[in-house]
């Protein structure tokens, strides 16, 4: 049996976003004009659906630019790739609001989670940019091992208006999260 893609256009003070829903979860929050923005067949998905999911999606995407900080676990999340890009996003996860890491301390993570020496900061660049549920997964919350802004495929300009909405300002030293210590989930 097939399942449809239920979909909806939200509107933010960065640009306009589509949101995508199959079986109850969340596959896909991409901004208009964004990298990988995905292309859907005719009949693929159905749009103005204001299902219990993207509705919760949407509530949460209103509390996140009103300047809370909502929960990321609230919503049902099913986000479509390689287990290596899934293990990316759910590190994603862990990033605090307010708060950046790098590439790197990314890698270094999933080698650890791997049994690997170490972990190409490259393919983790590749999974975050990948990311198909902007914002909500906080892909912005990645920066170069400098602090500088490195790409964002909804554009620098929107990563650095995201960031200032969590407080984040580039001007004065930044705190990197790590993730040692921290309690697994």
């Known amino acids: 049996m097939e399942h449809i893609l239920y979909a909806m256009r939200y509107n933010s003070s960065i640009g306009q ?12 929050l991409w901004m208009e004009g964004q990298k990988y923005y995905p292309v859907f067949q005719p009949g693929e998905i159905k749009e103005g659906a204001g299902t219990e999911t993207l509705n919760h ?7 996140y630019f009103a300047g809370k900080r909502p929960f990321i676990g ?3 999340l099913a986000p479509s790739g390689s287990e290596f890009r ?7 996860c862990e990033i605090p609001y307010g708060e950046v890491t790098t590439y790197g301390e990314i890698a270094k993570e999933i080698a650890l989670q791997q049994g690997r020496e170490k972990a190409s900061a490259r393919a983790v660049g590749g999974a975050v940019g990948h990311n198909p549920i902007s914002i909500i ?3 912005h919350r990645v920066v170069g091992a400098d602090g500088s802004l490195t790409g964002y495929a909804g554009g620098v300009e929107k990563k650095k208006k995201l960031l200032a909405l969590e407080g984040i300002e ?6 990197f999260f790590t993730f040692e210590g921290r309690e697994k989930g």
Do not use: M, T
């Not at 976003?17 to 896909?28: I, P, Q």
């Not at 999606?57 to 509390?63: E, T, V």
């Open 17 to 28: 976003f589509l949101l995508v829903e199959k079986e109850n979860a969340l596959r896909g």
């Open 170 to 175: 580039q001007k004065k030293p930044l705190h």
């Open 137 to 139: 997964i906080p892909c």
């Open 57 to 63: 999606a949407k509530d949460w995407l209103d509390r």
């Open 74 to 76: 609230e919503l049902p």
């Open 86 to 92: 899934k293990a990316v996003w759910k590190l994603l």
